[in-house]
Structures are given as structure tokens and as C-alpha cells.
């Protein structure tokens, strides 16, 4: 994204946006015993649904 123009002001009560945290690393077990990790196919698990977007 560009940077706004001098001439552009961002209006007085609007407060600057505080910066965005990093996510926590995900935790993923070393062995899956039963190969049920939805994740190692590029699925998601959805309220313990595994989807596809």
C-alpha cells in the first residue's frame, strides 16, 4: 500500500492503529499414529469438521 498523500489528514478522533500481533506457532504433534491431520491435505478443521474452501 502507498503512502497517503500530504494533503490527506486522517480526521482528529480517529486514534492510530495499533499494530497487529504474530500468531502463536502451531503446535503439531511429531507423529499422526492414525494419518487423520486434516491439515496434510491444505483442509481445515471447522467445529471439528474438516473443509475444503
Request: hydrophobic fraction near 30%.
Amino acid at each position: 500500500m502507498g503512502k497517503r498523500p500530504d494533503h490527506v489528514k486522517p480526521p482528529a478522533h480517529l486514534s492510530p492503529n495499533t499494530p497487529v500481533p504474530d500468531p502463536e506457532p502451531i503446535k503439531r504433534p511429531q507423529e499422526d499414529p492414525l494419518g487423520r491431520d486434516p491439515v496434510r491435505f491444505g483442509d481445515w478443521e471447522l467445529k471439528g469438521i474438516a473443509v475444503d474452501f
